[in-house]
């Protein structure tokens, strides 16, 4: 179809729509770009309520080396979700199911590692759920300014499966906050921590897994 072939009302439609974009940069530019938010997850919890008396005052693998660890894994993740966000960039589904089952396995070892070397003496019910609910409190306040930031540098690529894409980034935001908590919260039982800490990294990954599927139904209907 030629210029002459296209009906004049039509053409002058498309012209009157045409509009500059910005090009949109590589995944790894923009998980470099992300590298402070994954610094200050890590750094924040610790610093912003005390490290005195838990474990980010001890030397140590235990301590900061499990918390990196687990930081670049969830940092590994992202950088998966921010190139499944690009059409014709996207991976398989069976490699991120993958990919989320060698999160779950990093988180896990962390758990049980750290609470085998510092093992934390039984707590009353009472105490339990008070202290689980303060760890949780904890953590989403650093994982929702992360998130909104994530999800937006998502929503502005065109995800084909934005549920999978969502449930990456927020299970990676989840990952790289937990590895800051961690080091402030004096409960090292395994209980407690898949629990409380555990129950963040899920609610986080189903509610951007929502959230992004949202999102693109709604910019598929002002589309239409």
């Not at 200050?40 to 900061?64: F, V």
């Not at 990196?68 to 966000?85: D, V, Y």
């Amino acid at each position: 179809m030629t210029d002459h072939d296209i009906p004049a009302a039509l053409a002058s439609h498309v012209r009157a729509n045409l509009s500059p974009v910005r090009p949109l940069a590589s995944p790894a530019r923009r998980l470099l770009a992300l590298m402070p938010l994954a610094a200050l997850l890590l750094l924040g919890p610790p610093l912003y309520w005390n490290w005195r008396d838990n474990l980010a005052s001890l030397p140590g693998w235990t301590s900061w080396g499990l918390s990196i660890l687990e930081s670049l894994a969830g940092a590994a993740l992202l950088g998966l979700a921010l190139r499944q966000a690009v059409p014709g960039l996207a991976m398989p589904t069976r490699w991120m199911l993958l990919a989320f089952g060698g999160a779950a396995t990093v988180f896990a070892a962390v758990s049980l590692i750290t609470a085998q070397v510092l093992p934390t003496p039984l707590l009353n019910p009472d105490a339990w759920s008070r202290l689980a609910w303060q760890c949780v409190y904890m953590e989403l306040i650093f994982a929702v300014p992360a998130l909104v930031v994530t999800g937006w540098l998502v929503a502005r690529a065109l995800p084909t499966r934005p549920a999978l894409t969502g449930a990456a980034y927020g299970l990676a935001v989840g990952l790289m906050t937990d590895a800051g908590v961690r080091l402030f919260c004096w409960i090292d039982a395994a209980s407690h921590v898949f629990a409380a800490h555990g129950g963040v990294i899920l609610l986080g990954a189903a509610g951007s897994a929502a959230v992004a599927a949202t999102v693109e139904k709604i910019k598929y209907r002002r589309l239409q």
